[in-house]
């Protein structure tokens, strides 16, 4: 399938719009009298639906024939998910603050420049819309939410490691199916506290979507914890359905792609604004996620990322899968939800694991208790008695044997022959001064 199937949306939204003008603008037949016209309003189509491209290009809308994401949970950690969105009503049904900053409920926003976030990541994966069935709608608007809501900057009393450890496991421990994590580190390794937490989470059957990050904001690699086995990591293609430059960063680890840029989101203030990212192609893909979930209760979650991989819209160019642009290709939600996938062994748990096993080196088995007694030494032999204290200003054998004597053996020789030399040297003088001739 191509990838310009992105942009279909569009252009089937405008196809019907104009069908429809054209055909209350038919003109009547001659002979007939022209009736008097009366006032109509003409409902227009939405602008905000119409912009969500994904839903067609991703096909959602077709996967909704099946599944919308009913008993399914998201848990969304990020900067919180906000209250006053008509989006979000009924959708949020429990939430948390694991950063020392927001309200314990996880519902108040917390943070400074990235106060929206959590507000738009949850639209994107399971906004209701308005109740005149306008506005925003996510990817799985039947699915509920968590909210727990985490401080990325440094104003969080907890350590930023610590809150996405406690964020993990409280989503577990209240129900999520799905987690979404749009973050990155920008470094390939992860505090070891994220070992057990994600651990935690793939023993339970939890599927992780993480996002793949984003060059324009300075992500040169894929980090952590898109590097963490087992998860699923989300990269960003344009509307044409190419790999995104700035809005996503590239690397083998990414499993799927998703669109990145030109997207919308659900503001805490309630007004939808239009942002680029990662950061919300990954909650595509949970809501993906949700809507398999909900067709298929009993997959467990290795078995609903191999669906989701299988059935990806392969890319023109790209022979061989995954890809470090593309991972296994373009995300398809009815395929995913409705094609016929054999299933798998696969066990995200299993690879979290085995890497914890070659690169943590994990515990191993405690060493036995030494057996060997206590080894016996033979007692050294006893030390010479001490000899008859005498007088230190007397000489002792041992002086004159190894002081006294060398000195004398060494001394008389030495002045002897200098008293010859001199002798010698006065015989010459002698000699010479009687050789003298007188003047």
């Known amino acids: 399938m191509s990838r310009r199937r992105m942009l279909s949306g569009i252009v089937a939204a405008a196809a019907m719009a104009a069908s429809v003008l054209l055909a209350g603008a038919a003109t009547p037949p001659a002979d007939t009298p022209t009736p008097t016209p009366k006032p109509t309003v003409e409902k227009p189509a939405d602008p905000i639906r ?24 998201i848990a969304v950690i ?4 906000a209250q ?29 420049i990235d106060i ?33 809501s985490v401080n990325f ?36 390794d992860w505090d070891r506290s994220w070992d057990d937490a994600f651990l935690y989470a793939f023993q339970h059957d939890v599927v992780v979507v993480v996002a793949a990050g984003n060059r324009g904001n300075g992500t040169s690699i894929v980090g952590a914890p898109a590097t963490i086995p087992g998860v699923l990591t989300v990269g960003g293609v344009n509307q044409h359905g190419e790999a995104s430059v700035e809005a996503s960063t590239q690397g083998i680890t990414i499993g799927i792609s998703a669109p990145s840029e030109g997207l919308l ?18 909650p595509i893909v949970a809501g993906v996620a949700a809507l398999v979930k909900s067709a298929h209760p ?20 790209v022979d061989r899968v995954p890809d470090p642009l593309y991972g296994y290709g373009l995300i398809d939600a009815n395929a995913a939800v409705t094609a016929s996938v054999a299933q798998v062994d696969a066990d995200p748990a299993a690879d979290l694991e085995e890497w914890i096993r070659v690169y943590r080196r994990a515990e191993t088995a405690p060493q036995p208790t030494p057996t060997v007694g206590p080894v016996s030494v033979e007692p ?10 005498g007088s230190p200003l007397l000489p002792s054998a041992q002086t004159l044997l190894y002081g006294t004597l060398p000195l004398i053996v060494l001394t008389v020789p030495g002045i002897l022959v200098a008293l010859g030399v001199t002798a010698a040297a006065r015989r010459i003088r002698t000699a010479r001064a009687q050789r003298t001739p007188a003047p």
């Open 298 to 317: 009993d997959l467990s979650a290795g078995n609903i990322i191999n669906r989701i991989l299988k059935t990806a819209i392969p890319v023109e160019g």
């Open 50 to 73: 119409a912009a969500e491209y994904w839903l067609d290009g991703a096909r959602v809308e077709e996967a909704w024939k099946t599944s919308r994401g009913e008993g399914v949970t």
């Open 84 to 112: 006053g969105p008509v989006e979000f009503r009924d959708a949020v049904v429990s939430g948390t603050d694991v950063s020392g900053t927001g309200s314990e409920d996880g519902r108040t926003p917390v943070g400074t």
């Open 380 to 389: 050294l032999p006893a030390a010479d008695p001490p000899t008859e204290a």
């Open 116 to 148: 929206n976030h959590g507000s738009w990541v949850a639209s994107l994966a399971a906004s209701r819309g308005a109740e005149d069935g306008t506005g925003m709608i996510g990817v799985a608007p039947a699915a509920d939410l968590l909210s727990i």
């Open 153 to 188: 900057g440094a104003s969080a009393s907890v350590p930023f490691t610590e809150q996405v450890a406690n964020a993990m496991r409280w989503a577990v421990d209240n129900g999520a199916d799905i987690i979404n994590l749009s973050f990155t580190t920008n470094t390939l």
């Open 78 to 81: 990020d900067t919180g998910i």
């Open 265 to 282: 989101g659900v503001s805490a203030d309630g007004r939808v604004a239009e942002w680029d990212g990662t950061s919300g192609a990954a």
